[in-house]
């Protein structure tokens, strides 16, 4: 046992040092595949991807709902993913600041729009390279439109998030 929590343990610090990390709170999913291809060349998440201006990109995401219940009790189902877009803008001036003014939602997807013929969540979405730039996901079981601080006494579990790590 303690050979294979080693190997575990390099493999997760491995995947972190790489990029090739999701977040999610109250066991909102428990697994998450995303990637883009152009060209027969793939990548997921922590690559890079390289293509001409106006290529066809094809954005593949898949996610597992965990299908047990979380700390509360519940079995929370996500109601939809945001595909998030920025633009590349080079080393940063002000390494305070934590935002991407570039950044936006470049789709919303709701759970209907997902197919499950594979046992995950799957959606695939077309989309032209027009400049430098990364995508992410984030999804939720929520309503909100724009992830907000829990304010003081709101119940933590309305709101469940998940997050990648972009490409």
Sequence with gaps: THVWAAK???AILDGIRNGRVFVTTGDLISALE??????GISASLGDELVVDKGAEIEVVVRFLDSDS???RGENPSVARVDLIRGDLTGV???????????????QRLSAQEFSTATGMSEVRIK????????????GTNGEELEPTS????????????????PI
């Design 8 to 10: 575990n343990h390099d």
């Design 34 to 39: 995303f990637s883009v291809n152009a060209n």
């Design 69 to 71: 219940n979380n700390a």
């Design 92 to 106: 940063a001036q002000d390494r305070s600041n934590d935002s991407n003014p570039t950044a936006r939602v470049q």
């Design 127 to 138: 989309l032209i390279a027009e400049v430098s730039g990364y995508l992410r996901l984030r």
């Design 150 to 165: 829990d304010a003081l006494g709101e119940d933590p579990w309305s709101d469940l998030w998940f997050y990648s790590n």
